[in-house]
């Protein structure tokens, strides 16, 4: 299939109007609704750039971490990953390696010998085009050439925001390929519900509805086995303070991921199936009283506790971002399911729709 067929194809399979793009883009995008939410979006990696909600004293906090420019979030002015639309494959590939059908494909290997979020030059880095946007929901699309990171297929990938009247903020992603490929995409976001990042995450209140974990080695990759969280500081499934084990370094697994940066194996995915009415996770800061809730269709999520915030980030207001100064909860495939064929599938056929689901669901205590 000629190059120049492609895109139009893939934007019909896609469900997508290009006649809907606007002529001129803007830099942020604000959605609002009538309990005083509002979430802004760049179309600089399809990025939530901030998330204000009421506390329990109806204040509103700015929730994520960011930057107050735009242009702070171009790859030339910090490689960061806050906000954005992860793909083509979320988490690590490992040796970056990939086999479809016989063939074997050499990604970027950009983070301890993995090809980590797509390579170096992931979609959290193109410029995604605005297909439809208004006070309540934003569409956008990036359209990613074969050979893309070394990613095999033409690819036309959609990420839509929408913020609901009972503050919710619900993510789909759409893709389509012209070749098989491998689709895996995420929100990363770093979340702290003190709205302060100066206070750090390890005073909230974190939950995971999962009974397993993907355990790594001392290079963040999975091994393949799924261990019981049973008896381990990775039990989250009554609710636990993060600070208390999150620097707990005699517990090999915290001392590999220099914190936790480890995908758990929810629940609520039964038999191929995930159920997207029945919280997978949450978290709570007991100093807002803010409470978020994560529902999602997929299989794991991965919680990233903001291990490598150093100081060197400033970002909104001139806050410094150190360590543990948010929390990332990323729903998605487990890491290297590619090189999994035990773990749900990642791939992607042409004549098929890659779709995924999240929901950040905001309220308070």
């Known amino acids: 299939m000629k190059k120049s067929t492609v895109i139009p194809i893939l934007v019909l399979a896609c469900g997508l109007a290009l006649c809907g793009c606007k002529k ?9 609704n009538g309990a005083g939410m509002t979430v802004t979006v760049t179309p600089i990696g399809a990025r939530i750039t901030s998330v204000l909600v009421p506390d329990r004293d109806g204040n509103l906090k700015d929730v994520v971490l960011g930057f107050d420019d735009p242009k702070s979030y171009l790859p030339e002015n910090n490689q960061s990953d806050f906000g954005a639309a992860i793909g083509r494959y979320a988490n690590r590939i490992k040796d970056g390696h ?3 059908d016989g063939k074997a494909y050499q990604l970027p290997r950009n983070n301890f010998g993995h090809c980590l979020h797509g390579g170096p030059t992931g979609w959290q880095y193109s410029v995604y085009k605005v297909l439809k946007a208004d006070k309540k ?6 359209d990613s050439p074969d050979g893309d990171n070394n ?6 990938a959609c990420v839509t925001y929408t913020l609901t009247d009972d503050n919710r903020i619900d993510i789909r992603y759409e893709a389509v390929t012209d070749a098989p490929t491998v689709i895996n995409m995420t929100n990363h976001s770093y979340f702290n519900l003190n709205g302060d990042p100066d206070m750090t995450i390890e005073n909230h209140i974190l939950t995971i ?3 397993g974990f993907t355990p790594v080695d001392s290079t963040y990759m999975t091994s393949g086995e799924i261990l019981p969280v049973e008896g381990t500081p990775m039990d989250f499934r009554q609710g636990v303070e993060v600070a208390r084990d999150v620097d707990n370094f005699d517990f090999t697994q915290i001392r590999y991921g220099n914190g936790f940066d ?12 995930g159920d997207d009415t029945v919280a997978a996770a949450s978290i709570y800061s007991p100093a807002t009283g803010i409470f978020m809730e994560v529902y999602t269709d997929e299989p794991g999520i991965q919680v990233y506790s903001g291990n490598f915030l150093d100081g060197t980030v400033t970002g909104k207001g001139g806050k410094v971002y150190r360590k543990h100064a ?6 998605q495939k487990y890491p290297d399911t590619p090189n999994k064929p035990q773990w749900p599938s990642a791939l992607l056929r042409p004549g098929e729709k890659y779709t995924s689901h999240c929901v950040f669901a905001f309220s308070t205590k």
Request: net charge negative; aromatic share 8%; with cysteine.
């Open 262 to 273: 480890h995908n758990w194996c929810l629940n609520t995915y039964k038999d191929g199936k």
């Open 326 to 331: 948010a929390i990332c909860l990323e729903t």
């Open 137 to 142: 929901s934003i569409k956008l699309q990036v």
């Open 209 to 211: 509805n999962a009974d």
């Open 98 to 100: 990939i086999e479809i």
């Open 24 to 32: 001129e883009q803007k830099d942020l995008y604000t959605l609002s």
């Open 151 to 156: 990613f095999p297929g033409n690819v036309t």
